[in-house]
T-cell receptor, first 109, second 113 residues
Framework: DAKTTQPNSMESNEEEPVHLPCNHS???????IHWYRQLPSQGPEYVIH???SNVNNRMASLAIAEDRKSSTLILHRATLRDAAVYYC??????????FGKGTKLSVKP | NAGVTQTPKFRILKIGQSMTLQCTQD?????MYWYRQDPGMGLKLIYY???????DKGEVPNGYNVSRSTTEDFPLRLELAAPSQTSVYFC????????????FGDGTRLSIL
């Protein structure tokens, strides 16, 4: 079973920032937090991952709490193409990903 | 940029038939995975492989078989298809280093009637 907890759905307006929360209270010291997203009728797509400190890439930022029990994916300016299901994932023992139901993000024009 | 390629994209099977879902990657990744995704749910791991000749079961392996004779290919075999295997199947691969991102194919949508 998934080890993370996310809201089922969120809404955002286009060109506004989006903060997607995730709780992972059972995370161990060596588990990374991964974020993937899945657009309709496509396979999951890597977004970002991190261990302890905040991470940035061209797609998003990842803010990890100091106690590592939660994290937030930040999309700085949402576009209509960002509408997708976002999965927050604790890494599995063989590098496999244990998916929950994710957060369905809707973006309004 | 082929990445991970899955074939076929769609397939309808009759109960009891068998088929092989193909997956090939051109990134020289050692690790490969098969997941299934039921409607409205996250992905569940069926089988995985850490390199040619090595495979292991995931969370939901019953009714499936895999083989890994080359680094590039990781086919998934369904024997005696059942309605419960109606799902979308995704193949993924990643480099050896543990926390590298997985690359996913576009999926095979399989219906068993």
């Amino acid at each position: 079973d998934a080890k993370t907890t996310q809201p089922n759905s969120m809404e955002s307006n286009e060109e506004e920032p989006v903060h997607l929360p995730c709780n992972h209270s059972t995370i161990s010291g060596t588990d990374y937090i991964h974020w993937y997203r899945q657009l309709p009728s496509q396979g999951p797509e890597y977004v970002i991952h991190g261990l302890t400190s905040n991470v940035n890439n061209r797609m998003a930022s990842l803010a990890i709490a100091e106690d590592r029990k939660s994290s937030t994916l930040i999309l700085h300016r949402a576009t209509l193409r960002d509408a997708a299901v976002y999965y927050c994932i604790q890494g599995g023992s063989q590098g496999n990903l244990i998916f929950g139901k994710g957060t369905k993000l809707s973006v309004k024009p | 940029n082929a990445g991970v390629t899955q074939t076929p994209k769609f397939r309808i099977l009759k109960i009891g038939q068998s088929m092989t879902l193909q997956c090939t990657q051109d990134m020289n990744h050692n690790y490969m995975y098969w997941y299934r995704q039921d409607p409205g749910m996250g992905l569940k791991l069926i089988y995985y492989s850490v390199g040619a000749g090595i495979t292991d079961k995931g969370e939901v392996p019953n009714g499936y078989n895999v083989s890994r004779s080359t680094t590039e290919d990781f086919p998934l075999r369904l024997e005696l298809a059942a309605p419960s295997q109606t799902s979308v199947y995704f193949c993924a691969s990643r480099p050896t280093w543990r926390n590298q991102p997985q690359h996913f194919g576009d999926g095979t949508r399989l219906s068993i009637l």
